[in-house]
């Protein structure tokens, strides 16, 4: 089998998994699979910049937010069906997502970390500033009426599961198609060195903006559908936490690499869910982790697979 | 590459048959979603009841005196022979004051430990971020949140607020008293968000129904750590301060406000919700000596103390002071915790009333909580009397307003049920279960 063909068996194998999941798995687990799935869409769209790229944001949840409250607040003042809805969140993400990448992209390094915080923070605060309608940081609550994707239900069980299922099998078969093409091994370049990716006569700015544009849309589409399945939009989203969570997933799972999000954002999700029935300190287990991780297995959990079993892992 | 074949490869057919096993023996066990039913509990099966708290984040100091009420709460009911004949028992899951993780905790109440009910969520966004998970897993959702998002009908059927009172009618309960004694040209200090925006709204129309006015409306953002600047916009008419800053800026705020203004100040109303689990003799809180609070059940031991308020201080290990019995520095969130102690009597008054047998009974619990009214000062409620409204899911309750007396809390006016009462804004019997 060429290697083009594991990595589409490996995809599809996994998206098959997930789908199998559904049927075998006790309900909790279900329904816990549907928020880990709608997280590693928002943990993907964190890796095109940082995994793949190599621009570290410490400032996403403001992209995460912007999806969210796209959706939210033109279900709740404009009235508008989920579809026009939720293209109207990811439309939000997109737009900030170009102002935030053309002004950022001035910095580099550790200022790029740091204006994208300060962006961030920004955002959390017009949230707050504006609560008579955003209700700040109670957030508002979308009523099941108002959730109904055409006439398909998606607060029922398997309505969540499936438009989850869904959203991330797209993400996930585009974003390694992305990553494999001839795009995503310019962003790779420009990550590993990009003073030689600009002499090779790549716009190297143009690049980063482009993946700045997706990564931030991506995180985007995540929020819109995060507040379309469980119902509640709040300013909790766009605080500095969104903006770490993500980063500790793909960290975890294994940056640059196309299964990293997925595998951060379930292992992440269970360490806590397991911990936190013993102690609550767990966050406190998260972060040593992270740091065991960090020390002896520096690419993740992908990146061990990708050592041990599956060197041509993308 | 080539892909191998063995001898011990399993056929087709056999991998057919293997599937269909395992998904008969799956559905039999209940683990398919689709088949997931509950299980008849027996008579002597306990009643789970999960508790979200906030043992971590923000909240971690209301959760921990919320779970040390509810802990009490729940020995007092089995003591007393559980609900319906059957021991009651608490799941706790930690929310970590996180809307996210909230809604997490009521779907692991509901598939993994098939609670009964949850109950007892604080902060507004936590029950806001899980109201729509409760109604979807159709499991009854009794918070103990003080917020007006239960009666301004933003939630659903499913959540109800039958022990503590909302910011709303607190407000309003306390706007006669203070045009009446404190004064009528009003100066607002509240945080930017949320909570501070509720006080905003509520106070000025109730002290214009007084024939008082806000004459300013000072919003500090969230992340202020220093407050002197913002004192300046103060005006000179002002008779009366109310201020609602929570948080651990608090002891700056009131520190730096006794700085600027001196010995000569106007009045100061408060809400007991900034110094929740903080002693008032705390150094640096000297300024706020005669001045006012409300209190939602007065933390200090009054001289009319009811045995019912005694009882109830002993039972959740508090001092005379608020504090606990085991450690002097460690103040309760008297204000605020008795909430869960009446939501808990609500709760097992209620399961008693349907004659609760498992969920399959849940609607039938709603109906009898929303069928309540007036309930009795009695050790089940020691606050005081409540009045429940079965179309807002909201109750109703006195209020307290205590004045700082050589460092001790002293209770100076009570409003009644009736002074916290405001026009319906939903009906929440009209929604389908």
């Known amino acids: 089998m060429t290697v083009a063909g594991k990595i589409n068996t ?7 998994f997930l789908l199998a999941c559904f049927f075998i798995l006790p309900a909790y687990h279900v329904g816990a699979l549907s928020r880990i799935m709608v997280l590693a869409i928002y943990a993907i769209g964190l890796n095109i910049l940082f995994g793949y790229t190599g621009l570290l944001s410490l400032g996403h949840a403001m992209f995460f937010a912007a999806g969210m409250y796209g959706l939210g607040l033109s279900i709740k003042f404009l009235g508008v069906s989920v579809i026009p809805a939720f293209g109207i969140g990811i439309l939000s993400a997109a737009v900030l997502s170009v102002l935030v990448g053309l002004l950022a992209l001035r910095t580099v390094g550790v200022s790029f970390m740091i204006v994208t915080l300060m962006f961030a923070q920004t955002i959390y605060l017009v949230v707050l500033y504006f609560g008579e309608y955003t209700r700040g940081d109670e957030g508002f609550v979308l009523q099941q009426a108002e959730r109904m994707l055409l006439n398909f239900d998606v607060t029922t069980e398997a309505g969540r599961y499936f438009v989850a299922f869904g959203a991330f099998s797209i993400c996930l078969i585009s974003f390694a198609a992305l990553v494999q093409s001839s795009f995503g091994k310019r962003l790779v370049a420009i990550r590993e060195n990009e003073e030689r990716a600009r002499m090779l006569g790549y716009d190297v700015w143009r690049y980063k903006l482009l993946a700045v544009i ?14 379309l399945l469980f119902g509640y939009v709040g300013a909790t989203f766009a605080s500095v936490q969104y903006s770490i969570l993500p980063l500790l997933w793909v960290l975890l799972g294994g940056a640059g690499k196309t299964i990293g999000p997925l595998i951060g954002v379930a292992f992440m999700f269970y360490l806590i869910d397991a911990s936190s029935a013993y102690t609550s300190a767990y966050m406190l287990i998260a972060g040593l982790a992270l740091v065991i991780l960090t020390m002896f297995a520096p690419r993740g959990i992908a990146g061990i697979l990708q050592a041990k079993v599956w060197p041509w892992l993308p | ?15 057919l048959l293997g599937l269909g096993v395992g998904a008969g023996a799956l559905a039999t066990s209940g683990l398919m979603p689709g088949a997931m039913g509950f299980a008849q509990a027996q008579s002597s099966a306990p009643i789970k009841i999960g508790f979200q708290k906030h043992a971590t984040g923000i909240g971690a100091a209301y959760g921990r005196w919320y779970d040390a009420t509810t802990t009490a709460a729940i020995q007092r009911i089995n003591d007393s022979g559980g609900i319906n004949g059957r021991p009651v028992e608490i799941v706790t899951e930690d929310d970590g004051t996180d809307p996210s993780r909230g809604a997490e905790a009521l779907e692991k109440f509901e598939k993994l430990h098939s609670c009964d009910v949850a109950f007892g969520t604080l902060f507004s966004h936590v029950v806001i971020g899980s109201a729509p998970r409760a109604a979807e897993l159709k499991l009854p959702y009794f918070v103990v949140s003080e917020g007006h998002h239960v009666a301004s009908g933003m939630l659903n059927r499913y959540t109800l607020q039958p022990g503590i009172t909302d910011v709303k009618s607190q407000v309003v309960s306390m706007a006669p008293f203070i045009a009446n004694n404190l004064g009528k040209k009003v100066t607002m200090i509240f945080p930017d968000f949320a909570f501070g925006h509720d006080h905003r709204d509520f106070f000025t129309q109730a002290i214009e129904a007084q024939g008082g006015e806000v004459v300013a409306k000072i919003a500090i953002p969230p992340t202020e750590t220093s407050f002197t600047r913002y004192f300046p916009s103060i005006p000179r008419e002002t008779e009366v301060i109310y201020h609602v800053m929570v948080g651990p800026a608090v002891l700056t705020f009131v520190k730096e406000m006794g700085e600027f203004f001196g010995p000569s100040r106007p009045e100061l109303f408060g809400f007991i919700d900034s110094l929740e689990a903080v002693g008032i003799d705390s150094p640096g809180l000297e300024f706020l000596e005669s001045t006012y609070f409300w209190e939602g059940m007065p933390r200090h031991v009054q001289d009319n103390q009811s045995e019912a308020e005694k009882t109830y201080r002993a039972a959740v290990g508090c001092d005379d002071r608020g504090a606990s019995l085991d450690d002097p520095a460690d103040v309760s969130t008297y204000a605020h915790m008795f909430g869960c102690w009446e939501t808990l009597n609500v709760i097992k008054a209620g399961m008693e009333a349907a004659d609760y047998q498992g969920p399959q009974d849940r609607t039938k619990l709603i109906e009898a909580v929303e069928a309540m009214s007036d309930m009795p000062e009695s050790l089940d409620h020691p606050q005081g009397a409540k009045r429940f409204n079965g179309k807002t899911h909201q109750v109703f309750g006195q209020q307290f307003i205590s004045k700082v007396t050589e460092g001790k809390m002293v209770v100076e006016h009570v409003a009644t049920i009736e002074d916290g009462l405001y026009e319906d804004e939903v009906d929440y019997t009209t929604q389908s279960f």
């Open chain 1, 10 to 16: 490996l995809h599809f194998g996994i998206l098959l």
């Open chain 1, 214 to 227: 997706i990564s931030g849309t991506v995180s985007g589409v995540a929020g819109a559908l995060y507040a």
């Open chain 2, 1 to 15: 590459m080539t892909i191998k074949t063995t001898k011990n490869a399993v056929s087709r057919r056999k991998a």
